[in-house]
């Protein structure tokens, strides 16, 4: 009887690793192919990316620790591929454990069901975008700024001035931050979460046959 119990454990543990590492795999492919920008609503450097979705599922299907170790290690494979020395990459981290951690806490704590889904989903929305905010006003802009334009905000400014005339660089955290990344992060997150809450329970039927 222990030896079963064993093994059936054992059986668990390994479809459970198989899982993530399929989620992960798709989340990787999403994460590198599949983005676009909206030129005509944001500048073109901000690209919306769906590859968060997977992860959702994961923390949503197996448990909030199993999606944020999806996130992680879709940015850890990235990491080979960075334009931005890992900085990006964290920055990722960082808003994509926001949104997973707080969409499926509030799922497995609440309740499973379509109510406690989209409650969680708006939630991790707000956390994900309060995130990004923080992210880029402390981390990802600086780090622009410093490496990649030399200390100066003229091209960043240069691209925010199509859509607001009026900044510059003394109150450029206030356009980009308040009018920009609010904004598109809420958008990024309402299409994920949209998906997310499309296609779950069909992946869900998918996964327990697998």
Sequence with gaps: MLYRKKTFYRKIATTRIAKIAVLSALSYILYLFVKFPLPFLFPSFLEIQISDLPALIGGFMLGPIDGCV???VKCLLKLPL???SGVGELGDVLIGIAFVLTSSLIYRRRG???QNAIFGLALGIAASTLVAMLVNY??????YVKVT???SYAVLINMLQVFFPDVTEKNFDLYYIFLTVLPF????GAIVAALSFLVYKRTHVLFNKF
């Excluded at 402390?138 to 780090?143: A, C, D, I, K």
């Excluded at 992060?185 to 990024?188: A, E, K, Y």
């Design 70 to 72: 999806i996130i992680l």
């Design 82 to 84: 960075t334009k931005t």
């Design 112 to 114: 499973k069901n379509k």
């Design 138 to 143: 402390t981390l990802l802009v600086p780090f």
């Design 149 to 151: 334009f030399n200390g």
């Design 185 to 188: 992060n809420v958008l990024r």
